[in-house]
Nanobody, 115 residues
Framework: QVQLVESGGGLVPAGGSLRLSCAASGSIFSINAMGWYRQAPGKQRELVASITSFGFTNYADSVKGRFTISRDNTKKVVTLQMNSLKPEDTAVYYC?????????WGQGTQVTVSS
């Protein structure tokens, strides 16, 4: 079993910053990919950023230059630093872990950016 626990969401004015963290526990493989997805009301869930256990990163075009994903393999934590936040970044943010044939999701954390 794998558990993902997110933290760090909240309300922030436009232009502000937030840091999201996701702690993984359970049976975690040494090779995996962790990432953040988001889902706004009435929209499909979309990739925000991902990072492999080797450190390769991928970002949605809409967040490039503003968001930074990082991970600590020893602590099994992935972090999303979000700067220059915009109202359109408002969504529920979900942590995701993919390893082997399994995909696991966190419970989600709300990020609200006020204009």
């Amino acid at each position: 079993q794998v558990q993902l626990v997110e933290s760090g969401g909240g309300l922030v004015p436009a232009g502000g910053s937030l840091r999201l963290s996701c702690a993984a526990s359970g049976s975690i493989f040494s090779i995996n990919a962790m990432g953040w997805y988001r889902q706004a009301p009435g929209k499909q869930r979309e990739l925000v950023a991902s990072i492999t256990s080797f450190g390769f990163t991928n970002y949605a075009d809409s967040v490039k230059g503003r968001f930074t994903i990082s991970r600590d393999n020893t602590k099994k934590v992935v972090t999303l630093q979000m700067n220059s936040l915009k109202p359109e970044d408002t969504a529920v943010y979900y942590c995701r872990l993919a390893q082997g044939a399994g995909v696991y999701w966190g419970q989600g954390t709300q990020v609200t950016v006020s204009s």
